[in-house]
């Protein structure tokens, strides 16, 4: 049985290690509180589009080079945004884990967020609504949670809608990012074939030095 271990920096990040022993493969994860229902009415869908924008490019790299560099080390990479929470994540040989937990730290905590990205990005969403919007399970379950939920932010759908969409600015990212990405709400999780003591190294030197505050709370 593996011995998962939760620690909490000072500045209210939570770092979660699970090592398991025999494996030669590494989950590398970084989950921000900070999904559909963080959202006003008229942010609908900005935790999704804000998901899809880190990767046209962060810390040092351009969304190529993001993609090459993983895709070179055989790391599979990827995000997913929820109700309650984003997530990145990846998976790698053991030796790539301090890599991989690099790189989704720099989608976390350095996007670039250009401006000439979002009207792109835009359009990707757009054609992932439409493909929802057309499959009879994704569409049900858009339906079950208005019906559940109404007059209410987890009624809404993650991906928003071409209206909500239509609303969002660069000013409109930068401020849902600012209130919503604290750093006591985010978690750092690892688990597989890890070196704790680096692990725990590298999480303290990304994470440490941000400035904690309170996110802004979520409609009850």
């Known amino acids: 049985m593996s011995a998962a271990s939760l620690k909490t920096l000072s500045n209210g990040v939570r770092l979660l290690m699970d090592p398991i022993p025999g494996l030669a493969s590494t989950c590398v994860g970084v989950w921000v509180k900070a999904g559909t229902r963080s959202e006003t009415m008229r942010e609908n869908g900005i935790a999704h589009l804000l998901e899809h924008l880190v990767f046209k490019g962060a810390g040092g790299r351009d969304a190529r080079t993001l993609a090459e560099e993983a895709e070179g080390r055989g790391i599979y990479l990827n995000a997913a945004t929820g109700y309650e929470r984003t997530g990145f994540f990846t998976r790698c ?128």
Not at 164 to 172: E, M, N, V, Y
Not at 181 to 209: C, T, W
Request: with cysteine; hydrophobic share 45%; aromatic share 6%.
């Open 93 to 220: 040989l053991a030796d790539d884990a301090s890599f991989a937990l690099g790189l989704t730290t720099d989608l976390v905590l350095k996007p670039h967020l250009r401006p000439e990205d979002l009207a792109l990005e835009k359009g990707v969403v757009l054609q992932e609504i439409g493909e929802a919007f057309d499959d009879p399970e994704d569409r049900c379950g858009v339906l079950h949670q208005f019906a559940a939920f109404p007059d209410h932010a987890l009624g809404r759908p993650i991906l928003g809608d071409e209206a909500s969409l239509a609303g969002i600015d660069q000013a409109a990212i930068h401020a849902f990012r600012s209130r919503t990405y604290a750093p006591s709400s985010m978690l750092v999780a690892v688990s597989g074939a890890l070196d704790e003591a680096e692990i725990e190294d590298q999480v303290e030197r990304a994470f440490g030095g941000l400035a904690p505050f309170e996110a802004a709370p979520s409609v009850p």
